[in-house]
C-alpha cells in the first residue's frame, strides 16, 4: 500500500478543502441569508471545517500503513 503523502488524488482533495474553508470567494462584505440566526458564510466554513477533519481522519485510518514491515511478516524488530 502506498502511503497517502504520494497519492495524488488524496492532495487534490486536501487542498480542495482548504482552499475553499476560506471565503475569499464570496462577495465582500455579503452576509445575508441568515442560517438560524448566522451569516451563511459561516455555516459554509463549517460545514467545511468538518469535511475537512472527516477527510483527514478517514485518510488516516484507511490509507496510512501504521505497521512496520517486520511486525506484518511476524517478526519483532531488535
Known amino acids: 500500500?502506498?502511503?497517502?503523502?504520494?497519492?495524488?488524488?488524496?492532495?487534490i482533495v486536501l487542498v480542495a478543502l482548504v482552499?475553499?474553508?476560506a471565503p475569499w470567494y464570496l462577495p465582500?462584505?455579503?452576509?445575508e441569508p441568515f442560517v438560524l440566526g448566522i451569516p451563511y458564510w459561516v455555516v459554509l466554513v463549517v460545514l467545511l471545517?468538518?469535511?475537512l477533519s472527516a477527510f483527514l481522519t478517514w485518510v488516516c485510518l484507511r490509507h496510512w500503513?501504521?505497521?512496520?514491515?517486520?511486525?506484518e511478516n511476524g517478526r519483532e524488530a531488535g
Do not use: K
Not at 502506498?2 to 495524488?8: K, N, Y
Open 49 to 51: 471545517s468538518v469535511a
Open 28 to 31: 465582500a462584505g455579503s452576509i
Open 19 to 21: 482552499v475553499f474553508n
Open 1 to 11: 500500500m502506498r502511503e497517502p503523502i504520494r497519492t495524488r488524488w488524496i492532495w
Open 65 to 71: 500503513n501504521l505497521v512496520e514491515d517486520e511486525e
